[in-house]
């Protein structure tokens, strides 16, 4: 794939210090929303990383307390009139960032605060090791707006299982970080105080790995998990929500989120 180039540099700051790369996401102006932008930067930063052996794990988390709220507003209402390709064009751009995170040669901490929405989620499926604070919130919100998580499903579903999937992703329901962890969505829950301590605890044990055993080691579990990961699936998952944000209920369903009211369905 040809390589993205980050025009807004703010949106996503790389912090290195002794083997660890701190990536956070900042735009907390909108509760770090996925933008095109902020794709394109965290896309163009991991790959800055990805070959550099100096660097031994990363460490993702939100600016200004949040870790991230999902998809950009701005950018789901300018999908209201896009073509089919345009839509597959964002929907590709998406796939693209959790393909590089699930793939991703060294190990990845995810610090979630807050609360993770939407395709935030597809973000937490990907991380390695993810801690989250007790209150931290959650939910699939997707189909509430008449459209499909489809490009973080084969991530969720290899995280947490068809079954919770379903049942989260059709509720669309929203879970704690009590619930994440039962689910294997997240690993550990504890109070704000306590977890910046741990991430450098976290840290320190990754760094003490070596570097191609750990890549190797992720690469046979992803091997070993890769039916959920074919081309036939990809384009499966990117044409499904395309397609969605052109029916009749994905334009109702996100006009209705704007304008404050109760989409045409709900009964």
Not at 6 to 17: D, P, R, T, Y
């Amino acid at each position: 794939m040809a390589s993205l180039e980050c025009n807004n540099k703010h949106l996503v700051e790389l912090n290195q210090s002794n083997g660890v790369s701190r990536i956070l996401l900042n735009d907390s102006a909108r509760k770090n929303a996925l933008s095109k932008d902020m794709l394109i930067c965290l896309i163009a930063t991991l790959e800055k990383i990805q070959s550099d052996d100096k660097q031994k794990v990363v460490i993702l988390r939100g600016a200004g307390g949040v870790f991230c709220s999902g998809a950009d507003l701005k950018w789901m209402r300018e999908g209201l009139h896009q073509t089919e390709e345009q839509n597959k064009a964002d929907a590709e751009l998406f796939y693209r960032t959790f393909d590089i995170l699930n793939n991703f040669p060294k190990p990845i901490i995810i610090w979630l605060e807050k609360y993770a929405m939407g395709g935030a989620i597809g973000l937490v499926a990907c991380a390695d090791y993810v801690i989250a604070d007790k209150d931290a919130k959650m939910a699939f919100t997707e189909v509430k707006l008449g459209l499909v998580p489809a490009t973080i499903a084969p991530f969720i579903v290899n995280k947490i299982g068809l079954s919770q999937a379903r049942a989260l992703m059709l509720s669309a329901l929203p879970f704690t970080a009590k619930t994440a962890k039962k689910i294997g969505l997240i690993h550990e829950v504890g109070s704000h105080k306590e977890l910046a301590q741990r991430i450098d605890e976290l840290s320190e044990h990754f760094k003490a790995n070596s570097n191609k055993a750990m890549a190797s080691t992720k690469h046979l579990l992803n091997q070993l998990s890769k039916n959920n990961f074919t081309e036939a699936n990809k384009m499966l998952c990117i044409e499904k929500i395309a397609e969605s944000r052109g029916t009749d209920e994905g334009q109702e369903g996100v006009k209705a989120f704007f304008e404050k009211r109760r989409p045409s369905w709900y009964k």
